[in-house]
Nanobody
Framework: QVQLVESGGRLVQAGGSLKLSCAAS????????LAWFRQAPGKEREFAAF????????YYADSVKGRFTVSRDNLKNMAYLQMNSLKAEDTATYYC???????????????????WGQGTQVTVSS
């Protein structure tokens, strides 16, 4: 299995940028596809971004498309979420998730992922 640890969350002003990191350990990182989810207080966890095992394919929720960019470095066992033009509604705990690569489809449901980090808090002040 793979262990995931997120970092980089903090308080940021609306319109600002932030880059989250996800450090992985355990099984070979390239065996997994990754996603970022987020959960705001009182709301369900929602999908934000997906990246394939190689990094060549990405997929985004409409709410973050054009503002967020997901990437990964398999040699460093790291994944990233670059967030630009942040809005107050982006305030949430952000989670990195992984699942073994089985197909090329972009998985965007909570139940698709077996491995989760502990989350990192992002607060956007308006």
């Amino acid at each position: 299995q793979v262990q995931l640890v997120e970092s980089g969350g903090r308080l940021v002003q609306a319109g600002g940028s932030l880059k989250l990191s996800c450090a992985a350990s355990g099984r070979p990182f390239s065996n997994y596809v990754l996603a970022w989810f987020r959960q705001a207080p009182g709301k369900e966890r929602e999908f934000a971004a997906f990246i394939s095992w190689s990094g060549s394919s990405t997929y985004y929720a409409d709410s973050v498309k054009g503002r967020f960019t997901v990437s990964r470095d398999n040699l460093k066992n790291m994944a990233y979420l670059q967030m630009n033009s942040l809005k107050a509604e982006d305030t949430a705990t952000y989670y990195c998730a992984a699942r073994p690569y089985t197909s090329a489809q972009p998985y965007d449901s909570f139940g698709d992922y077996a491995y989760w980090g502990q989350g990192t808090q992002v607060t956007v002040s308006s």
